[in-house]
């Protein structure tokens, strides 16, 4: 089974500063289709899990335009260009293209 | 607009099963798959299966094979996650989210939620 690898797993960020979390694959995710479906998700305290990218870049809608998706084959990252009071959360990449999903472990974002 | 509303809190005993509902409403239910998600407290979230709700077909993560079963109801477009032989490592809350697999539709909602807790 595919494994998904997250750094760092506690993320301490200044109000206003960028903020960058790495998502990285055992294998690739390339689909046949040519498509890589890697899914970005944030999860504030007590909420359900809230989908915030799709197949590596695409900003799901209402998502702000300061989360940013990018990456290729096995190396992803999740970019906050100016982390805000209400990015606090863990957030997650998850893999779709192999046919047993599978989540990071996850990374906490907190403000310094 | 999109909803899957799931089933209310549990409280079961080791070796009992239970069974979580997602009723999907806002789209077309058999035109999607719906995914089974848990997160133990504390914990990150972990995959548990897949099920089309076109045809039945499932998918489920080796660790839980043999104790999960999932199922839908076409006419009340309600998705269905059975769990047996409960341990207490499977207390957690159990999500659904809709997944259309290759596609845009990829876990792009999620139910509330439903807590199970396993405890003697």
């Known amino acids: 089974d595919v494994v998904m690898t997250q750094s760092p797993l506690s993320l301490p960020v200044t109000l206003g500063q960028p903020a960058s979390i790495s998502c990285r694959s055992s294998q690739s995710l390339v689909y046949s289709d040519g498509n890589t479906y890697l899914n970005w998700f944030q999860q504030r305290p007590g909420q359900s899990p809230r989908r915030l990218i799709y197949k590596v870049s695409n900003r799901d809608s209402g998502v702000p335009d300061r989360f940013s998706g990018s990456g290729s084959g096995t190396d992803f990252t999740l970019k906050i260009s100016r982390v805000e009071a209400e990015d606090v959360g863990v957030y997650y990449c998850?893999?779709?293209?192999?046919?047993?999903?599978?989540f990071g472990q996850g990374t906490k974002l907190e403000i310094k | 607009q999109v909803q899957l509303v799931q089933s209310g809190a549990e409280v079961k005993k080791p070796g009992a099963s239970v069974k979580v509902s997602c009723k999907a409403s806002g789209y077309t239910f058999t035109s999607y798959g719906i995914s089974w998600v848990r997160q133990a407290p504390g914990q990150g979230l972990e995959w548990m299966g897949w099920?089309?709700?076109?045809?039945?077909?499932?998918n489920y993560a080796q660790k839980l094979q043999g104790r999960v079963t999932m199922t839908t109801d076409t006419s009340t477009s309600t998705a269905y996650m059975e769990l047996r032989s409960l341990r207490s490592d499977d207390t957690a809350v159990y999500y659904c989210a809709r997944d259309n697999g290759y596609s845009s539709s990829l876990a792009d909602y999620w139910g509330q939620g439903t807590l199970v807790t396993v405890s003697s």
């Open positions: 099920i089309s709700a076109y045809n039945g077909n499932t």
């Open positions: 998850m893999q779709g293209t192999h046919w047993v999903r599978a």
